[in-house]
Structures are given as structure tokens and as C-alpha cells.
């Protein structure tokens, strides 16, 4: 190809884009979407996905566009961020445009012109009032869950949102549990593309992704700004992320003792609740380390025992602690027919979830329990479990087998296992 073939080509964004960088047709109530959020890791390709996005609007390139847009807001969290990222950054406006398409930036008054008349506007979500009086037939919002007046600026931006046919707004941000990103998520209005990182790796350093990868994949902080996910906050949840941090290690100690709890669902199929299988052993210091999170969902007795003896075998484990209110002498007998030598320490709950977890909440205030590794489905039930329950109304069972264990370790004297209350 030569070189005028290459540039061409390489300025048709809807060839290269990613699929999280292209918006979907419809929102959630079957009309075209007024709202648009991009939400991944750090170096998912937002910025460029946003940069692009504008583009195709001050020109009305197809099939992002079918007519240029008039004027256009962009807002950053302060207008350096708005500057140096979405403007002059290295996927910023002026280096998506081929140079025949460039708009020309004038610093002084915040501004870029196309050849067509298109004009897009800086503006500092630091700012609101800057957003009161233009108006606009779309806008570029970049960091939006970490804007310090976001109610404000997101505020004022809508009023200014009156111009043309059908006015839009593209949000592209790493997400935070902010109270105005969990209310656009729900608006059926809003649509909603998501991408890791790791989406965008081709056009990363191989030495900065696994770098990150290796030090916060699974963590609090590594889910957020590496997989883009919404880590929330319950503010009567036993465990917070930040104390769950605070326990995690990279690997444990020599341990005395090793168990399997598991806590067994009531039913099985698609809708069972999930069997809670997770490993732990204690130190001769006396603190706990919780070592894997195998729980499966929808699983039958056939399967989630197997599942568990496997993780009793690789671990070489002392025992099997095994809740056995809802199962009874069932339990056991599934065991057995999987593997009659597995040690069965059968145990009954006389006290309701919240109780029995509270001690085990404590050890970890007290540093007593340590995390070997990083659990997810298990870190977000411990985050999410309040008096009430967990917020979706299902059984924790991950941290019902987790407490389990760690209750088994810790407060149990091992003569007295085969016969283990919660009090």
C-alpha cells in the first residue's frame, strides 16, 4: 500500500475501534441512547475511544455520526486534565485527526475550530458555573468518577445539552462508587460498554502490564483501575475493602493445621445457591490464613463434593468441616460415596449468620486472619454482608464456609472438633 493508502486507512476509526469503543444502537428503554459510558482500566483505550468519538462528531463521520456537530463540550475533572489529556495527550483530539482534518487549538480562549465551523469548548468539571449559559449538541466527559463538584458539573452540563435533533453525552471513566455513576448506570436512558485493561494490550508496554498485573490482579485497587469494575462500599458491612487490604498477603507460612469448610446449598440446579467450599490453615503464631475460595454454583451434591475433596487432597488438609443443618446425615453420606477415608468434621449452627461472623470479623480487626492471595466473589460477600443479610437477598455461602474454617482454627480445640458449636 503507499503511504497515502496507509493514512487513509489508518483514519477509518471504525475499522480498529474496540468493541467497548463503539456505542450500542439502543439503551435499555429501546429508544437511541442519550448517554454514553465507557468504563474500564487504566489504558483500556478510553481517551483514544473518547477522542475518537468527538471526532466523528465535529465531521459527521458515519457510522458514528450522520451530521457534524455544531458545539461540543469538553469536560475534564480540572483544565490541565482537559489540556494535556483530551486535547494534546498522545490519544487526545489533535493526534486522532489526520493532519488534512486537524481543527486548529487556540489555548487563549479554550477552544478548537474546524474547517466546517464545528467548535468544541474546554471546561473544568472544578467549574460548574463555567457551563452555565453555552449550549451544545454533545459533550465528551472524561474521569467523571473522580470530578470533586460531579453533581454540579454534571448538572449544569445537561441544561447545556439543547442543541440539534438529538443531543448526547459520552462518559469515559474508570469507575468508582460514586452515587452519580451507580444513578447513570440505572438510567434506561444510558448504555453501558466495559473493558479490562488487558482489552487494549497490543498497544501497551508487555512490561508495564504484567508489572501491574502481578502486583494488584484480584486486589481492591487492581479490580477498580485494571478490570474497571464498581468495587462498592456498604457502610454496615462487617468487613470494609480497606481492612480486607490491609490482611492480604502474598503467600503463608508454614501452617500447623489445614481444613476445607464447606456449606452445602439446600437444593440443586440452575437456581441453587452456591456451595461454599474455601480452605484455611493456622500458624503456630495463631493466626489464620485463608487459603483458596473453590465454592461452585448450581452445583449437585456429586459435584460440589468432589469439588471439595479435590481441594482436602491438594492441600493435604486435616479435615473436612462440613455444615450439616439443612443436610443432615445426607451430607455426610455424599462424602462418603465420593471417598469414604475423607475425615468428616460434621458442625451445626445454633446462631443466626450475622453472630457467628462477628467473631471471625473481629480476628481480622485484630489481625488475626490473613488473606494467602486474592479472593473476589469471596471479598465481595464478606464487603457486602450487613445485618440484613447480603443486599441482593442471597445466601452467603462463600463466607458462611469461611467463617466456618476460620471459626474451626481458631476458636475450636482440636479434641473437641468432632462435636464443634457456635455459641
Known amino acids: 500500500m503507499s503511504e497515502a493508502e496507509l493514512a487513509f486507512l489508518d483514519a477509518q476509526w471504525d475499522v480498529f475501534a474496540h468493541d467497548h469503543q463503539r ?7 429501546g429508544r ?20 475518537e468519538w468527538v471526532r466523528c462528531q465535529a465531521l459527521g ?45 487556540l489555548p487563549s480562549r479554550k477552544r478548537l475550530e474546524w474547517s466546517n465551523g464545528a467548535v468544541a469548548q474546554a471546561f473544568s468539571a472544578d467549574d460548574p458555573e463555567s457551563l452555565r449559559g453555552p449550549q451544545f449538541s454533545c459533550a465528551w466527559s472524561d474521569e467523571m468518577a473522580k470530578w470533586r463538584y460531579a453533581e454540579a458539573a454534571f448538572d449544569m452540563l445537561q441544561f447545556g445539552l439543547r442543541l440539534g435533533a438529538q443531543p448526547r453525552q459520552l462518559i469515559t471513566t474508570t469507575p468508582r462508587p460514586s452515587t ?15 473493558a479490562p485493561t488487558r482489552a487494549n494490550a497490543l498497544n501497551l508496554a508487555p512490561t508495564f502490564l504484567q508489572a501491574v498485573m502481578a502486583r494488584y490482579a484480584g486486589t481492591r485497587l487492581g479490580r477498580q483501575e485494571l478490570d474497571g469494575e464498581l468495587i462498592e462500599e456498604r457502610p454496615d458491612a462487617l468487613w470494609s475493602r480497606a481492612l480486607i487490604e490491609a490482611c492480604r498477603v502474598a503467600d503463608a507460612p508454614p501452617l500447623q493445621r489445614l481444613v476445607v469448610a464447606v456449606d452445602p446449598p439446600v437444593s440443586s440446579g440452575k437456581r441453587a445457591d452456591c456451595c461454599g467450599i474455601v480452605a484455611a490453615g493456622i500458624a503456630e503464631s495463631g493466626v489464620v490464613y485463608v487459603l483458596a475460595d473453590d465454592s461452585v454454583a448450581a452445583a449437585t451434591p456429586s459435584l460440589w ?14 479435615a473436612l468441616v462440613v455444615e450439616i443443618n439443612q443436610g443432615g446425615e445426607m451430607v455426610k453420606t455424599v462424602i462418603g460415596e465420593v471417598d469414604g477415608s475423607v475425615p468428616v468434621t460434621p458442625v451445626r449452627a445454633f446462631r443466626g449468620k450475622w453472630l457467628r461472623a462477628e467473631p471471625v470479623a473481629t480476628l481480622y480487626e485484630q489481625g488475626r486472619v490473613k488473606h494467602a492471595g486474592c479472593f473476589a466473589a469471596l471479598e465481595d460477600e464478606m464487603c457486602d454482608f450487613g445485618a440484613s443479610g447480603l443486599s441482593n437477598g442471597r445466601s452467603p455461602d462463600r463466607l458462611d464456609a469461611m467463617v466456618w474454617a476460620v471459626t474451626t482454627l481458631a476458636f475450636t480445640p482440636r479434641a473437641a472438633e468432632p462435636r464443634i458449636r457456635m455459641f
Not at 23 to 29: C, I, K, V
Not at 33 to 50: F, H, N, P, S, V
Not at 180 to 194: E, F, H, I, N, P
Open 23 to 29: 456505542p450500542p444502537e439502543l439503551a435499555p428503554n
Open 32 to 51: 437511541p441512547w442519550l448517554t454514553w459510558l465507557m468504563i474500564g482500566g487504566r489504558g483500556a483505550g478510553k481517551t483514544r475511544g473518547g477522542a
Open 61 to 105: 463521520l458515519p457510522p458514528f455520526a450522520s451530521v457534524p456537530a455544531a458545539r461540543i463540550a469538553l469536560v475534564g475533572e480540572t483544565e490541565h486534565d482537559v489540556r494535556e489529556v483530551m486535547i494534546e495527550g498522545v490519544s487526545g483530539l489533535l493526534a486522532v485527526h489526520p493532519p488534512d482534518q486537524r481543527p486548529n487549538w
Open 180 to 194: 452519580l455513576l451507580k444513578r447513570l448506570l440505572g438510567d434506561a436512558s444510558a448504555v453501558t460498554t466495559r
Open 305 to 318: 463434593a468432589n469439588k471439595a475433596i479435590a481441594l482436602w487432597r491438594r492441600l493435604c488438609a486435616d
